[in-house]
């Protein structure tokens, strides 16, 4: 319970343990008022006195679609500095054609808040209040998706010591008579795939996107979307160049009856990359099955083939 304070004045409790519920997620106020405004929450209000600053690109970019002008009279591609006057009058660019900010007086208006990065809001409530309630949400839901990881994680496991078996045992790839180098070569062409696909990807998104057409030149920064692209691409490379090593050591290293397996990780890491790309804005447990099948296998492969080198420094053959 909290004491009552003036109209529309919520508790300052609630604000903690929603931005504690939701850590780095948009946050709407609707009917807010200039006492309520916060960093990191998007409010709504017919009596709010002026627009704030938006530092989301792509929020601007709606902003401006449904209302015609930007909202705090800027340029499209300028996100203001957090702290630093944006108004006319104040050292800013002009504002839109009524002489204010945001819609005309009597809509609804907006103020935007964007956190810096790292940033920890600090709030008047007492320390005795902030132990009670901070710590209870942000475990909570640690908790849940470090158990939902791991239990995509396992399953992707299954999946992978499952094909892999099945590949030793059944043998149905044909590769009798290719050679090692060229095996390994051959089976980096579907993670290659893969990558390929990813630039293509990120080359069109921002051919397309307003935003991001002059962003891979630092002149804009980029869209949540294109970052997204830019994170998975990066990710795919990185283990493409493990995993290409990967498959040539095991290709020279390994008896010809395990080399079956190498078709079979190839298939998987194109697998993997198609589900991490699908899952990854949906989150850590959503993007793990595709991780693990990705790396995972690149892993194992590794490990085996450290092991049967050091087997051949102290002579032992395995066949």
């Given at each position: 319970m909290t004491g009552q304070r003036e109209t529309s004045r919520k508790p300052d409790e609630m604000y903690f343990l929603l931005e504690r519920l939701c850590p780095g997620g948009r946050k709407l106020e609707i009917f807010a008022r200039?006492?309520?405004?916060?960093?990191?929450?998007?409010s709504i209000g017919n009596q709010l006195q002026q627009a704030s600053r938006l530092d989301e690109p792509d929020v601007r970019e709606r902003f401006f679609s449904k209302y015609g002008y930007w909202p705090d009279g800027g340029d499209p591609r300028r996100v203001p500095i957090p702290g630093t006057p944006a108004g006319p009058g104040q050292g800013g660019p002009p504002g839109p054609p009524h002489g204010g900010f945001g819609p005309p007086r009597g809509g609804p208006q907006t103020a935007i808040m964007g956190p810096p990065m790292g940033y920890?809001?600090?709030?008047?409530?007492?320390?005795?209040?902030?132990?009670?309630?901070?710590?209870?949400?942000?475990?909570?839901?640690l908790a849940d998706q470090q158990q939902a990881i791991a239990r995509n994680v396992g399953a992707s496991s299954l999946l992978i010591v499952a094909a892999g078996a099945a590949s030793i045992h059944l043998q149905p790839w044909p590769i009798a008579g290719i050679p090692?180098?060229?095996?390994?070569?051959?089976?980096?062409?579907a993670p290659a795939l893969a990558?390929?696909?990813?630039?293509?990807?990120?080359?069109?998104?921002?051919?397309?996107?307003?935003?991001?057409?002059?962003?891979?030149?630092?002149?804009?920064?980029?869209?949540?979307?294109?970052?997204?692209?830019?994170?998975?691409?990066?990710n795919t490379l990185e283990q493409l160049a493990v995993a290409a090593v990967a498959y040539a050591n095991f290709a020279l290293l390994a008896p010809a009856r395990l080399l079956a397996v190498l078709p079979t990780c190839s298939l998987l890491f194109l697998l993997g990359r198609v589900s991490f790309f699908k899952g990854y804005e949906n989150g850590a447990p959503a993007r793990?099955?595709?991780?693990?099948?990705?790396?995972?296998?690149?892993?194992?492969?590794?490990?085996?083939?450290?092991?049967?080198?050091?087997?051949?420094?102290?002579?032992?053959v395995v066949a």
């Open positions: 200039e006492h309520n405004l916060r960093p990191g929450w998007i920890m809001p600090q709030h008047p409530q007492s320390s005795r209040d902030r132990r009670r309630v901070a710590p209870v949400a942000a475990s909570a839901s090692s180098l060229e095996l390994a070569a051959r089976c980096c062409l990558l390929l696909a990813l630039i293509f990807r990120v080359s069109t998104y921002r051919f397309v996107s307003v935003q991001d057409i002059d962003a891979a030149a630092g002149k804009a920064p980029q869209s949540d979307k294109a970052k997204v692209y830019c994170a998975v691409l990066q793990a099955p595709g991780y693990a099948l990705t790396v995972m296998p690149t892993a194992l492969l590794m490990l085996a083939s450290a092991a049967l080198a050091v087997a051949r420094l102290f002579g032992v």
